[in-house]
């Protein structure tokens, strides 16, 4: 080091500073949702390990009623991330009353998305579908769907208790609207990680005849 | 928005008072630190005894091993181990080093208490999460631990839990029932913690630095504990996922890892269509990573303590932290080294020996840094300078046979003999026990305010550091002499002539074994009868030493300490003093 460095410069990374201008809390969210899509793609290569290793892989959504079921799940999925990023815009703006009903807009998506989902779970499971066994061939696609699916689901569950937590806690000025944004960044990972899982789970499975 | 929040601010709580809350549920990273380490000092214990078990059981077969049948009657049947039991032990034994000594003593022990400090913070970025992490690990080391008294014992899968052994549950074998499912259990719930632990860390790293304390004047332990987070937040994150399919292999009938038509003692098995393969990618690209999140920590605290033995600036510090920051991300792309003889493609194996071997040229890089240091050093050695010496030279040593084992053609020979166990009881375990000797013996005063006692520590190291050549070293004949791992016994012809040698190196464990109780004496006995310490004892420059010992609660007494210089400031020409710690102001330097 030469004596350059030695003269305190105010840079952004010089210590006693939060260097991407974003609380802890915020970058500490990131950094979950790193962790997070690594388990996601973890899950996602061993599905298709597993798919590419199996000769009798089935492939047995049809067009009418699953591949319909999973687009609506998709549609109501992405709208709530359009209506979480009104709550944001709303909680950043400190209208309090418009930020959590658009919170609760958007926990009611997660539940429709819940909802239509179990149904497509139900159907599944109706056919004869189990975590080891189904009716087309190898029986790792009920295990694979199912944690899959199950795994998701279980994000976007706790996705809803979440903002729930947080939209009650912002009306009752218990949060800021940074906890509003962070609680926000959650959602849309969980938005994401289901852009993979429909084209890789649902489309690429699917009897277009 | 509070984008202004002072990185001070974290520390929202007060002093606690009671015991509870001051010393149990505590939210103070000095007292989290030490917790890891006193939980680590426990299951370094615990594994060490298993070993000695092992030891005993290989040199001398029909040799009964008293309170061993009252421990299990039916592993154990008059005191003489089953083979099955041998594995049970062999597999609680790498666990718990691997993931309670080797990943959590050093990063979430010595991290714990030192990073904060040395960066110029209060506290951990979230303590909550510190605390949570904590004590998700403490509950995944009871669940494992209690894998020993269920039915059957711990599995016989090994720390590796190789797919379809460990997926078949009771058909396969002893502890492959309830023991592998708490084995899973506890492995799911450590990555949990280690988690939580890895995203404290780095936001801790980012976010809480004082003043001054720009990446380039970060001590290399901080940048090494950086490191070693990042990796453990990409690793875990993987290992979690695999261990939860592995359990639904168990409770949820799937067949993951369980190929079809698999016959096991004459039954067929009902699951069908899995890969046994698919878990050993999984966990390896874990399994790999975890090598150096035990190490780097290591590498970490060697550099810094090495500064302070040779009372010199480290040869190129930038160079240091390029080289763990490459080591760092090669030791993702080199897993399937560990698969060459999994019946993965030929072609695979060289794409995974060619990034193994690259990383010896940082590795290398490292070393020399180390001893171009030391070269021409007036050195003054205290215990922790002697550690920080023994730990270059079993981390060469252990690296070294590393080079026969990264050549897929040498490993066909090599894999699954004692040659293996030799290196990475070297390079992993034992340079990693040494870098957490060199912490204790470094950081002891500051962590408890007094002094450990130099002469006992000496002799500690010296009859260690003789120990562990005496253990590891003779293992590489072994397997060159074609003696294979995991064995309980050693019965056939061939194998007959070397068990003089494991006799010896039986001997040698125990008697390495026994003399950690110098050690475990010296730091009880410190802790409460040890002279009392200065706040600079060593005369060392990074900001912990600023602060008295042991710290105040907040850490530097209500002040915000600020960063002037780089770490490492021995000996700098034209300064007044011999060494300039990093909060003396400018003037001090130029005369």
Redesign the interface.
């Known amino acids: 080091m030469s004596e350059s460095d030695v003269a305190m410069t105010e840079s952004t990374w010089s210590g006693g500073a939060l260097p991407y201008a974003i609380s802890s809390k915020k970058l500490g969210m990131w950094l979950f949702i790193v962790a997070d899509s690594i388990t996601f793609g973890a899950m996602l290569v061993a599905y298709a390990y597993l798919r590419v290793a199996s000769p009798d892989w089935p492939i047995p959504f049809k067009f009418n009623p699953s591949i319909i079921n999973a687009t609506v799940m998709t549609f109501v999925l992405l709208s709530s991330s359009i209506t979480m990023v009104a709550a944001v815009q709303a909680a950043k703006e400190g209208r309090v009353r418009a930020c959590v009903g658009w919170m609760a807009a958007t926990m009611f998506g997660g539940v429709l998305f819940d909802i239509l989902h179990i149904r497509e779970w139900l159907g599944l499971i109706h056919e004869g579908v189990r975590l080891f066994q189904n009716p087309w061939g190898s029986p790792l696609f009920g295990a694979s769907f199912f944690s899959l699916t199950g795994l998701h689901m279980t994000h976007v569950t706790l996705g809803v208790i979440y903002l729930a937590v947080v939209a009650i806690g912002f009306g009752r000025k218990k949060f800021s609207a940074d906890d509003v944004e962070i609680s926000g960044l959650y959602w849309h990972f969980v938005d994401l990680v289901w852009m993979f899982i429909f084209p890789l789970v649902y489309l690429i499975s699917a009897r277009l005849r | 928005?509070?984008?202004e929040?002072a990185?001070s601010a974290?520390h929202h709580h007060s002093p606690p008072q009671g015991f509870i809350w001051k010393y149990i549920f505590s939210l103070d990273h000095k007292v989290i630190g030490k917790q890891y380490y006193f939980l680590s000092l426990l299951a370094v214990i615990t594994g060490m005894v298993l070993s000695w078990l092992m030891r005993l059981h290989l040199a001398w077969g029909t040799a009964a091993i008293p309170l061993l049948d009252k421990l299990s009657p039916n592993g154990a049947p008059g005191g003489v181990m089953t083979p099955e039991y041998y594995l049970s032990l062999m597999t609680l034994h790498g666990t718990i080093m691997v993931f309670f000594v080797l990943t959590t003593a050093p990063q979430a022990g010595f991290g714990n208490y030192i990073l904060p400090i040395q960066?110029?913070a209060e506290d951990m970025?979230?303590p909550r999460?510190n605390m949570l992490s904590f004590w998700v690990t403490f509950v995944s080391f009871v669940t494992l631990v209690s894998s020993l008294f269920v039915s059957d014992g711990p599995p016989i899968s090994g720390w590796t839990a190789y797919a379809p052994l460990s997926a078949l549950g009771s058909a396969g074998g002893p502890g492959l029932g309830r023991g592998q499912i708490l084995w899973a259990l506890a492995i799911a719930t450590f990555c949990v913690g280690s988690?939580l632990g890895?995203?404290?860390f780095?936001?801790t790293t980012?976010?809480?630095?004082?003043?001054?304390?720009?990446?380039?004047?970060l001590p290399l332990t901080c940048w090494a504990w950086f490191i070693t987070a990042i990796l453990s937040?990409?690793a875990?994150?993987?290992l979690?996922?695999?261990c939860?399919?592995l359990i639904?292999d168990h409770i949820?009938?799937?067949?993951?890892f369980i190929p079809a038509g698999l016959v096991v003692s004459d039954a067929l098995q009902p699951?069908?269509?899995?890969?046994p393969l698919?878990w050993q990618?999984?966990f390896w690209?874990f399994g790999h990573p975890e090598v150096y999140i035990a190490i780097v920590p290591g590498l970490g605290i060697v550099s810094n303590v090495l500064a302070c033995t040779c009372r010199k600036p480290l040869l190129s510090?930038r160079v240091l932290v390029g080289c763990m920051i490459a080591i760092a991300f090669l030791s993702f792309t080199v897993w399937g080294h560990h698969m060459f003889l999994s019946g993965m493609s030929p072609y695979s194996g060289l794409t995974f020996s060619v990034p193994t071997l690259f990383i010896t040229i940082p590795a290398a890089i490292v070393c020399l840094i180390w001893l171009g240091t030391v070269y021409g050093a007036k050195l003054r050695l205290n215990t922790f300078g002697l550690f920080a010496i023994g730990f270059i030279s079993v981390f060469l040593t252990g690296g070294l046979s590393g080079f026969f084992l990264a050549q897929p053609s040498i490993d066909t020979y090599l894999h699954a003999t004692y040659f293996v166990v030799g290196h990475f009881h070297f390079v992993m375990g034992v340079a990693a026990i040494f870098g957490m000797f060199t912490g204790t013996y470094f950081w002891f005063p500051k962590m408890f305010g007094r002094m450990m006692n130099e002469t006992l520590g000496k002799i500690h190291f010296w009859l260690t550091f003789i120990g562990v050549y005496c253990i590891f070293m003779p293992m590489h004949y072994l397997g060159f002499a074609g003696n294979v791992r995991r064995y309980a016994a050693f019965t056939d012809d061939y194998m007959l002539p070397l068990i003089p040698v494991h006799k010896f190196i039986t001997v040698a464990a125990l008697t390495t074994g026994a003399v950690q109780l110098i050690f475990i004496f010296n730091l009880f006995w410190s802790m409460f009868r040890g002279k009392l310490a200065s706040a600079n004892p060593w005369e060392a420059t990074e900001l912990e030493w600023s602060t008295p010992s042991p710290p105040p609660f907040d850490n530097f007494g209500g002040q915000h300490p600020v960063?002037?210089?780089?770490p490492y400031e021995y000996n700098v020409e034209g300064a007044t003093a011999e060494f300039i710690p990093q909060f003396t102001p400018?003037p001090v330097?130029?005369a």
Do not use: E
């Open positions: 928005m509070d984008h929040a990185p974290v960066i110029g970025a979230f999460l988690l890895a995203l404290n780095i936001a980012i976010d809480l630095r004082a003043k001054g304390m720009t990446l380039s004047r937040l990409l875990f994150a993987v979690l996922p695999a939860v399919l639904l949820g009938g799937t067949s993951f699951h069908a269509g899995g890969s698919l990618h999984l690209f510090y960063v002037y210089r780089p400018d330097i130029k």
